[in-house]
């Protein structure tokens, strides 16, 4: 796969690196970041939708705490990201607003990109966002997540948020343009790479542990997401940031390294992957016209339902068959086993009054759902 394929993505991840964004004595690079701006606003000018994985609260937030210099301990780290993330935020909105783009700040966990019910939150949120035509910022929510439970670098975290919302292509900006044979900061002659095809242990092998003065990752932390990623039929395309520009300059041909998916799409490796890892926790029966509206590719409401059984939470994989016990599909649900209950038979129009709050209109949303 070339890059230029990677870039004509419809729903694209960018992921900034704290180097791009921050000077080391903290400073926020604003022309750079404008120019960046410029690009995403090109971007979703051509119709693309774009999610932003930005770091950068560690980087500009120790000296506004008065610290001596970038914490190593995790509660200064923490400290520092909560006061440096309110800086990230307003940086942001500042520079994509004088674009006319629209912002808004998602703050996640390594636990809300695993636990099902708030992954499934997590995406259901950055969709609605997109629907609107806004740019998410996505920082990990450093404040709470402590160092068993956190990332701690964004590499991964970009790749699990684009992979939670089915992005075809992330880019990481980095301070490199793309994987060499070895870190040419230790082996000049060492070769770049262009193109990965499948992440062997010899791809493995040529990242070294480096890290830059404001970053944690290094190439360890790009590799790892662009396993994750390419994993679930995401591209990923790894290229230097720090010119003005960047996105531009990617699409003019700069170098970088694609590393191909390997699935052919995100919505394909998402559907088999509820086909097949997930445990079946209930069964839904469904009458004869919800399974016909369901082999026509529509989500299935609660109208349609006749009789649930099992004992699932919201988020849990469910069999849907007809009364005559033919299975139709598999499905994530949006409700749990007693709600589904109560609703099963109903309109969606009752679902506030039944349950006294109003969650999704579809029992099992048609992204979310299998054909067997
Ligand atoms: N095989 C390799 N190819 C490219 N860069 C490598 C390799 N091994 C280690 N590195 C180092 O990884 C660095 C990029 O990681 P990092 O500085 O953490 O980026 P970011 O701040 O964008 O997260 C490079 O500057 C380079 O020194
Ligand atoms: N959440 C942290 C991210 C730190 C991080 O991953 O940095 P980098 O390796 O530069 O992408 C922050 O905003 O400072």
């Known amino acids: 796969m070339d890059a230029r394929l990677a ?98 700040q998602v703050l996640v966990t390594l636990a809300d990109t695993e636990a099902r019910r708030r992954y499934l939150n997590a995406r259901a949120t950055l969709a609605k966002l997109l629907e609107h035509q806004a740019v998410p910022i996505v920082n990990e929510n450093d404040t709470v997540a402590t160092s068993e439970i956190r990332f701690g670098d964004n590499d991964r975290l970009s790749a699990r948020v684009a992979v939670m919302a089915s992005a075809e292509t992330l880019i990481l900006l980095s301070d490199i343009d793309g994987l060499y044979t070895a870190d040419p900061r230790s082996h000049p002659d060492a070769r770049h790479v262009p193109e990965v095809r499948a992440i062997t242990p010899e791809i493995i092998g040529m990242a070294g542990g480096a890290v830059s003065h404001a970053g944690t990752g290094g190439m360890v932390t790009k590799i790892a997401a662009a396993t994750i990623a ?30 191909a998916p390997v699935t052919t799409s995100p919505r394909r490796a998402r559907k088999d992957w509820i086909a097949g890892s997930l445990g079946v926790m209930g069964t839904l029966v469904v009458d004869d016209g919800a399974a016909s509206a369901l082999k026509r590719g529509s989500s299935l409401l609660p109208a349609g339902v006749r009789l649930v059984e099992g004992a699932f939470e919201r988020g849990d994989a469910v069999l849907i068959r007809t009364a005559a016990g033919i299975v139709l599909a598999k499905g994530l649900s949006a ?23 109003r969650g999704r209109d579809v029992l099992v949303h048609r992204d979310d759902l299998v054909l067997l």
């Open 7 to 104: 870039l004509s993505a419809h729903r694209l991840t960018v992921k900034i690196g704290s180097a791009l964004l921050v000077r080391p004595d903290g400073s926020l690079r604003r022309d750079w970041l404008d120019g960046l701006a410029a690009d995403l606003a090109v971007l979703h000018g051509e119709g693309r939708e774009l999610i932003v994985v930005t770091s950068g609260a560690i980087a500009l937030g120790w000296r506004r705490l008065g610290m001596k210099k970038r914490p190593v301990k995790l509660d200064d780290k923490q400290a520092a990201a909560a006061a440096g993330q309110i800086m990230l935020a307003r940086a942001w909105e500042d520079s994509l607003a004088a674009v006319g783009l629209k912002t808004a």
């Open 230 to 259: 390419t994993g679930a039929g995401c591209a990923v395309i790894l290229t230097q940031g720090a010119r003005e520009r960047p996105l531009k300059a990617l699409q003019d041909g700069a170098r970088c390294t694609v590393f």
């Open 335 to 357: 409700y749990d086993a007693h709600e589904a209950r109560l609703l099963a038979g109903k309109r969606t129009q009752e679902i506030e009054s039944i349950l006294g709050w």
